[in-house]
């Protein structure tokens, strides 16, 4: 008699961690005062740690030469050699020379550059958990490569990411090469794809994304797991085919992420939560701002009410709370009460005195889309909150949207501090080292250029009023580019941008203008503005990333010349415009023309203040006031955030 006997199917479960992130770290004494002794402790060891980098750098530099003599066949068992210990043994230090020499010889071969020895720092610096701050020009680009290389060797999953889309699929192609060589998959998330697209993309070894996109897609990610950090009730759902997991995760988890323009996106961005939201009925959102705009009309300021520019918040006199009430008693429904009515009133005002056209936002195919005071750029899928974007699009006679109300919702800080390791890179952190260590445990490695740097910087010139800062520069632009010298001029908003063009054009002066409303022509505007005697106004668009290639005729007029018409609200952003000039050893000059009437004196509520006798005095001034501002409001945020989290955890998470 025989048996059959059946095999019970074999049951594969996940790894031990699906979905791998750090946990949220809690605040108290002991974490401050940890914090503060890890900090003495790398300042101390940092002598040590420049004698191991320097013998490190020779190590690399030592496997270049076996590496050169292997055809393919023999490079590629190298790179499997490599990747096999790292796999075993991690990433100690000889195994990321190897990884580093691998990844050098790999780019070498594939597009024809070799890191240089400064690179070779910057990348361990990073895999080390460290921002490295690169001089700009420096091939940051490149340099990342080492890092993402060696991680992805180890089997993480590993995220590079800017802060826009262009160069997220910039950097992918340009770098694709030389991961191909090492046997490593790269992926590239942008706007506009769908989830099938991610999730292929995060399953490559490597992906370029840009912080927007990874933050809102680990956002989606844990409304789809029910917001469980538990990989056990992941598995045991996934086992039942259980509705609790109501849809795969497009990511592998937070592994590493290497952050280019990490002061930017760490540090700039951090003011701006993350939310997810639906929508209200347009209709009803055109009725309430039509409502609320009719009843602030014709108020004013000093008189019915106080703007307080600091916090951006209006408070009504008792006359306007009058006022208020006695338009309002037509209405119907929640108008009749203080709160709403008030509420209503403040986001009408902010819409009718504060937002100001291309310079908070522009208006483009009917909508109203934010502009990032940061970058310059738009934000076409962000809103303003609480109506107040509904009553920007009445007052633009708009098609109006429905207003979001949130679904998830979670800051930067958080977001970043779940990675399991979080690097950087910049060519302006070390005015962030003390906020960057503070949020997120990341010191700063400075790194010394690879030529000697050759910008020269003029004296800045700070005039009365804002006409004669234009005519100052027009002149100056005229004489620059009539001798071939190519001339780029940087404004703060879009409106400075197209104030800059109307002077030039009324000059006669041959210019193109790169800002938030010709971003389409982003590429070819930044291709030519290296050209002889070329003239380009732009945003802080033209600031970080932006790589303007100059000829050798170019080079020998002294290069691109840097004229900033105004300064921003923070140092750092000033700097990434003179970046732009003089990189790599190429010669390069910046000049400054400022106005007593510009809008960051203004916004310091320095008006009046001084005269002209404090020049430059002032403007640091104003922008020490606007950076205190900025970091106060990111340090609000985060507590509100912690707190949140802390006070609805009974609830479930926020996100």
């Known amino acids: 008699m025989s048996e059959s006997v059946v095999a019970a199917p074999r049951l594969s479960l996940p790894g031990l961690r699906i979905y791998p992130e750090r946990p949220d770290s809690r605040g108290g004494w002991q974490r401050v005062v940890g914090s503060a002794a890890r900090q003495a402790g790398l300042q101390l060891l940092a002598p040590l740690q420049d004698i191991r980098s320097r013998r490190f750098v020779t190590s690399v530099n030592a496997l270049g030469p076996g590496l050169e003599q292997l055809d393919d066949s023999g490079f590629s068992q190298y790179i499997e050699q490599v990747r096999a210990d790292i796999v075993r043994s991690g990433l100690h230090n000889d195994a990321v020379a190897r990884a580093f020499a691998a990844t050098r010889e790999a780019a070498c071969r594939s597009i024809g550059l070799r890191h240089y020895d400064v690179q070779l720092l910057a990348g361990r610096a990073m895999l080390q958990g460290r921002i490295a701050e690169l001089e700009t020009g420096e091939g940051k680009t490149l340099t990342a490569t080492l890092a993402a290389a060696a991680a992805a060797f180890a089997g993480q999953s590993v995220h590079v990411i800017t802060v826009n889309d262009y160069l997220a699929q910039r950097d992918r192609e340009l770098m694709a090469p030389v991961y191909a060589a090492l046997g490593l998959g790269v992926g590239l998330v942008i706007g506009g794809m769908s989830a099938a697209e991610r999730r292929d993309a995060y399953r490559q070894n490597i992906t370029y994304c840009t912080n927007k996109e990874a933050a809102f897609d680990y956002l989606r990610d844990r409304m789809a797991l029910q917001n469980s950090n538990s990989s056990l009730r992941i598995k045991l759902s996934r086992i039942a085919h259980s509705p609790q997991v109501r849809a795969e995760p497009v990511m592998r988890g937070l592994q590493f992420a290497i952050v280019d323009e990490a002061d930017s996106v760490l540090i700039d961005e951090a003011r701006t939560p993350l939310i997810i939201s639906e929508r209200t009925d347009p209709d009803t959102e055109l009725k309430i701002a039509t409502e609320s705009l009719a009843i602030v009309a014709g108020l004013q300021e000093g008189e019915h009410y106080w703007y307080h520019g600091e916090q951006r918040q209006v408070r009504f006199t008792d006359q306007g709370a009058a006022a208020l009430l006695q338009r309002s008693q037509q209405l119907r429904g929640a108008w009749h009460g203080r709160l709403y009515r008030e509420a209503q ?311």
């Not at 006679?397 to 429905?402: E, I, N």
């Not at 510009?598 to 001084?610: E, F, K, M, P, T």
């Not at 912690?642 to 609805?648: F, I, N, R, V």
């Open 345 to 655: 009133a403040r986001n009408a005002v902010l819409a009718l005195h504060v937002f100001v056209r291309d310079q908070h936002y522009l208006v483009r195919d009917d909508k109203i889309e934010i502009i990032d005071e940061n970058t310059g750029r738009v934000m076409p899928d962000r809103s303003w909150g609480d109506g107040l974007h509904q009553m920007l699009e009445v007052k633009e006679s708009c098609r109006v949207t429905g207003q979001t109300i949130p679904l998830a919702q979670m800051t930067y800080q958080r977001f970043f501090r779940r990675y399991q390791r979080l690097a950087g890179m910049t060519g302006t952190a070390r005015e962030a080292a003390r906020e960057l260590w503070a949020v997120y445990r990341l010191p700063v490695a400075s790194i010394h250029t690879h030529r000697p740097l050759a910008r020269v910087y003029c004296k800045a010139e700070v005039l009365a009023d804002i006409d004669s800062k234009w005519q100052r520069i027009v002149t100056r632009t005229r004489e620059l580019s009539g001798r071939g010298v190519p001339v780029l001029i940087g404004t703060r908003s879009v409106a400075s941008s197209e104030l800059a063009s109307r002077y030039l054009q009324a000059a006669g002066v041959q210019h193109r203008v790169l800002n938030a409303a010709q971003d389409l022509h982003e590429a070819e505007i930044i291709a030519q503005a290296g050209n002889l005697g070329q003239v380009t106004v732009a945003t802080n668009m033209a600031g970080r990333g932006v790589d303007i290639r100059l000829s050798p005729e170019v080079q020998a007029l002294g290069g691109l010349h840097i004229i900033m018409s105004e300064r921003h609200d923070s140092g750092r952003i000033d700097r990434q415009l003179f970046g732009r000039c003089a990189r790599q050893g190429e010669p390069g000059q910046v000049e400054i023309y400022l106005s007593l009437e510009d809008a960051l004196i203004i916004d310091a509520g320095l008006a009046g203040a001084a005269g002209r006798s404090l020049g430059e005095r002032l403007f640091q001034r104003a922008q020490r006031t606007m950076e205190r501002r900025h970091r106060r409001a990111r340090r609000e945020l985060m507590r509100w955030d912690e707190h949140s989290g802390t006070a609805l955890s009974f609830a479930g998470r926020l996100e």
